[in-house]
């Protein structure tokens, strides 16, 4: 709960210059301590309940506890979107990723930032009017599989509420920005993270966790909103079959898991971004992820369906009993989560009046389930895929041959890991009857590993660390269908789904796999920011663009809109970050993060686009050999690929190493092991690493500053290092 003295200068200073402006003297002043802590103390279980019923705030994630990000205010609409412009803008600062929805309570917005920083500002003026750095502790950067980032807040009675990449769970007073408890979620010293947004649910506070690659096991857990005091845990994978179960039904959820060892790994299961509530059925939805290994055979050899991995599980929210599950990948070995945002929402189909729930998750299939019993409705595929031919009438995938890849061959599988669909939210349009998905399309070589300990290969442990010499010369089992996704390509594309007819209405092509989250309206309006920095505002009818803004930088987060003083305004939050971010962009500068807001008639200056700047290719040459060179390739996919991306191509969220200073390189170790640059985000790597491996790591590094300097084919340069990498791994067998 430290702000810095300068910060609280600052806050002094704009406080004054801020009160001396105002000519009105009412007790609760707008953005003033008592008018947030009266507004925001109103916000209890009947005000989410009736979320719909206030549309001029937006109170929790998804807006409402269907979570269906769809706005009913009319003001905005497509006769007069032309004249939507921006309101304020305001430089947060950060470099990193913003993910968060925020809040809006009466003009008083809160959101998150990736260190799990927190602002307050007044919607009304773009003024800022606390600002919390709760101290997010860097020793976590290992940890951390996706990046720095934090979903979102949930609001209730007067304080906010955030998970931190930490573990933490902090209740924060929306008037001051004062931390009143935070409590560990997570085991002392374990591998867990927190980014996704709690939720609210009759005066708990529920938040999962992510980490599954790094061997976790998945549970939720409730805390009294008041108190911090843990009121119920729900675990997602059994644990230890020597010890109790702690909840009844992990005992029949152990009997789809097989070897008795799957809990030395954690098995995985993490629930790190979806829920969802239905007051009346008095049901919490939660989306459960992948296995850990990926590979099912190294978790529960021989089979089984590894409940309640890639499932939509709905629990009572009371004490957090199991009610009933959908599993949408039985025996998960892709990375196929089921996190993905969950919308409820109530529709008539073939003749009947459904309570549905409704899913896209990384599987690539759109699913329509009954929300009251969990009972399968129908599903169909809303990007290319070819692990199943299709899907049986209780909704089970029907697996194609090789799809598990167990014959020791590289198969190229789609969806990708990344998913078909990943946590960008959706929006359920009601009176369009759409569902507006941000998907993405990518295959990826699926193959064995020697041992379930093989951490650089892939199927194995932590599959993030992809030896990129699998992909290359391993003999691959192609997808000959047109329509299959090329190998190592990536785009994504917006698509309107019918989820009464499972088809696509309309779609279109995206150069990015990775774009933020959507929001549509009454009047018709569909809203997203792209990749390559594009805020479209389009005709949610047929996907025409009838607003656009460039917003400087790639976008991933979620457009909210909202009444301020009676006027609509929109608000977006503009930062590049999270997993694929790291690896790709699609502008020519990365800006630092940004939060813009637009109404119509706005007058607000758009902040600086500065010129594409990229720091000169490292100029240092070693002369190392071919294994040396190979060997850092190992090293290289092991423990910076993921973050860091191929060297060469250019700053992404996160620095090119080829691009890297010399009194960069000359400090690799004090970096690379003591972990100096962690403040930044670079993890500590003591004991993981060796000097003798980073100075193969800066030979393979050199290599490619010289390969793109001399403008080498990237397939020739990629085939250079996998054979290279050959060399190595089999001098490192005869060594053996
Ligand atoms: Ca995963």
Not at 362 to 389: H, L
């Amino acid at each position: 709960m430290k702000k810095s003295l300068s910060f609280l200068l600052f806050l002094l200073i704009t406080g004054v210059l801020y009160y001396s402006c105002q000519s009105s003297t009412t007790e609760n002043e707008t953005g003033s301590a008592d008018h947030i802590k009266q507004v925001t103390a109103g916000i209890d279980n009947a005000a989410l309940i009736n979320a719909d019923a206030n549309q001029g705030d937006w109170l929790s994630h998804g807006r409402n506890y269907q979570e269906d990000r769809y706005s009913k205010l009319d003001q905005i609409s497509k006769e007069n979107v032309g004249s939507l412009d921006l309101a304020w803008a305001k430089e947060l600062g950060i470099s990193k990723g913003l993910q968060a929805t925020p809040i809006v309570v009466d003009g008083i917005m809160f959101f998150s930032g990736p260190f799990n920083q927190v602002w307050a500002f007044d919607a009304r003026t773009g003024k800022q009017i606390w600002y919390l750095d709760p101290q997010f502790n860097h020793d976590k950067n290992i940890d951390l599989c996706c990046g720095f980032t934090n979903r979102g807040l949930a609001v209730y009675k007067g304080n906010l509420y955030m998970g931190m990449l930490d573990g933490r769970l902090l209740s924060i007073d929306a008037a001051t920005g004062d931390i009143n408890w935070d409590v560990l979620t997570i085991p002392e010293n374990s591998t867990y993270s927190i980014t996704g947004a709690p939720r609210i649910v009759k005066g708990n506070v529920i938040i999962g966790n992510g980490g599954a690659e790094i061997g976790a096991r998945g549970y939720v857990t409730a805390y009294d909103a008041e108190s911090g005091k843990q009121q119920w845990r729900f675990y997602t994978v059994p644990g230890d079959p020597n010890k109790p179960y702690e909840h009844p039904d992990l005992e029949e959820a152990a009997k789809t898991w097989s070897g008795n060892e799957y809990w030395k790994q954690g098995g995985g299961g993490t629930a790190w971004d979806a829920m969802a509530y239905d007051p009346d059925l008095d049901l919490l939805y939660i989306g459960v992820g992948n296995g850990a290994h990926w590979d099912r055979e190294w978790r529960s050899p021989g089979g089984g369906d590894n409940l309640y991995l890639s499932s939509i599980v709905a629990l009572n929210p009371n004490d957090g009993s199991y009610v009933w599950h959908y599993q949408t990948t039985p025996g998960d070995s892709w990375d196929y989560t089921a996190t993905q945002h969950l919308v409820l929402a109530d529709m008539e189909i073939a003749g009947k009046e459904r309570k549905v729930i409704m899913q896209a998750p990384k599987n690539g299939y759109f699913y329509v389930i009954d929300r009251t019993n969990g009972e399968y409705i129908s599903a169909n595929n809303f990007v290319y895929q070819n692990w199943t031919t299709g899907m049986d009438e209780n909704g089970r995938p029907i697996e194609a041959e090789g799809a598990r890849y167990l014959d020791g061959k590289s198969h190229w599988i789609a969806p990708s890991s990344h998913g078909g669909h990943n946590w960008p939210p959706m929006s359920y349009n009601h009176e369009t009857g759409l569902v507006y998905i941000p998907t993405a399309k990518q295959s990826e070589p699926f193959v064995r590993t020697k041992s379930a300990n093989d951490p650089g290969a892939l199927g194995g442990g932590f599959n993030a660390n992809v030896s990129l010499n699998n992909k290359l010369y391993w003999p691959a089992e192609m997808d000959a269908n047109p329509e299959a996704p090329i190998p190592m390509t990536q785009s994504g594309r917006l698509v309107a789904w019918n989820p009464v007819t499972q088809e696509e209405a309309w779609g279109i092509d995206q150069v990015g796999i990775y774009n933020g989250g959507l929001l549509s309206t009454s009047t018709g309006l569909l809203m997203q920011g792209d990749a390559q920095g594009m805020f479209s505002i389009r005709d949610a009818s047929n996907g025409d663009v009838l607003r656009q803004f460039d917003l400087r930088s790639g976008i991933v987060g979620s457009p909210i809109t909202y009444l301020v003083d009676g006027e609509q305004y929109i608000t977006i939050l503009v930062g590049w970050g999270g997993y694929m971010a790291k690896l790709h962009k699609h502008v020519p500068r990365i800006h630092q993060g940004t939060i813009y807001t637009f109404k119509l008639n706005g007058d607000g200056a758009f902040p600086e686009k500065l010129p594409p700047h990229e720091q000169p290719l490292t100029t240092i040459r070693d002369g190392a050999g071919p294994e040396q060179i190979g060997n850092g390739f190992n090293v290289f996919s092991r423990f910076c690929i993921s973050c860091h991306g191929l060297p060469g191509t250019g700053h992404t969220s996160t620095p090119d190493l080829a691009r890297s200073t010399n009194s960069i390189f000359e400090n690799y170790n004090e970096i690379i092991i003591k972990g100096t640059l962690k403040e930044l985000g670079m993890p500590a790597m003591e004991g993981l690493i060796t000097e003798d491996e980073i100075t193969d790591l800066k030979s393979y590094i050199f290599y490619s500053a010289k390969a793109v300097e001399e403008g080498m084919d990237p397939t020739a340069y990629l085939t250079s290092v996998a054979e290279m990498q050959y060399a190595a791994d089999q001098a490192a067998l005869i060594k053996d």
